[in-house]
């Protein structure tokens, strides 16, 4: 399953969800690929500390025969990763002019259909044509929402796009509240009636605001290499659990 972990909103628990769930799937035997397709690269800094020969611009923007030079091991077991540099930006700009742009990391995601059980792709903070890319590859598309009053501002966006990028009126999304601080009942309530519409595709899982999430954020590793024993690991390992109940038609 491809997973396109995406929000236009930045500050959402994004990037902490790509990097986990990868861990999360990995800790159940599942070999997984993380793309990080956003230029601050925190998702690579969590796996990876090398200066890459290969990155994500080669990925999109080679054969796809060609994909798997971009991929490389982490230190963490069952994880591979497509890292991100400064150079995605640049790439950015040039896969614009480019034929059949929005199908680019598809493509080369099929090349290594068979090598990988989960795919989780980190996106960039934004709708343009590395998130297009990301909403055409997915089978899945993860909305983490922070409980606020602005939270579902571009979620709708988010949909539409997803909706004429795919041709598709039922377009595969669910929506994962994140940072959830039990002690904000009034702000908590505000937002279950803000994202009302949205009911049938917010998971049940939540993920809980953490002490120890923020440091293992802080100290760019997974909360599993962190603290295996923490709320915030009990609940990726839900989401996880969760995730993997879901039937979702895939690309393959």
Do not use: W
């Not at 991929?71 to 497509?82: A, L």
């Not at 040039?94 to 090598?115: C, K, M, Q």
């Amino acid at each position: 399953m491809i997973i396109a972990v995406t929000n236009a909103k930045g500050g959402v628990g994004k990037t902490t969800t790509a990097v986990n769930l990868a861990a999360a799937f990995a800790n159940r035997g599942k070999k997984t690929l993380l793309v990080d397709l956003d230029p601050q690269a925190h998702s690579t800094r969590c796996y990876f500390r090398s200066d890459p020969d290969r990155d994500i611009c080669d990925f999109i923007m080679d054969r796809p025969s060609q994909a798997h030079r971009a991929v490389y091991p982490t230190d963490y077991s069952n994880v591979d990763i497509v890292p991100a540099t400064e150079r995605l930006s640049e790439t950015a700009e040039l896969l614009s002019t480019r034929i059949r742009r929005e199908e680019r990391l598809h493509r080369a995601l099929v090349a290594l259909a068979d090598e990988y059980k989960m795919v989780l792709i980190d996106c960039p903070p934004s709708l343009g044509i590395l998130t297009y890319n990301a909403i055409n590859a997915a089978d899945l598309i993860l909305v983490p929402v922070q409980p606020a009053v602005g939270a579902v501002v571009g979620l709708e966006s988010l949909i539409e796009t997803a909706q004429e990028l795919r041709d598709e009126d039922n377009v595969p999304y669910r929506i994962l509240v994140t940072m959830l601080d039990l002690r904000t009942t009034y702000t908590n309530a505000i937002f279950e009636q803000l994202i009302e519409e949205h009911r049938r595709r917010v998971l049940k899982t939540v993920i809980h605001k953490s002490e120890a999430l923020n440091q293992a954020n802080l100290a760019a590793k997974p909360i599993y290499s962190f603290s295996r024993s923490s709320r915030g690991a009990e609940d990726y390992d839900a989401l996880c659990e969760e995730l993997a109940r879901l039937r979702i038609p895939t690309h393959y």
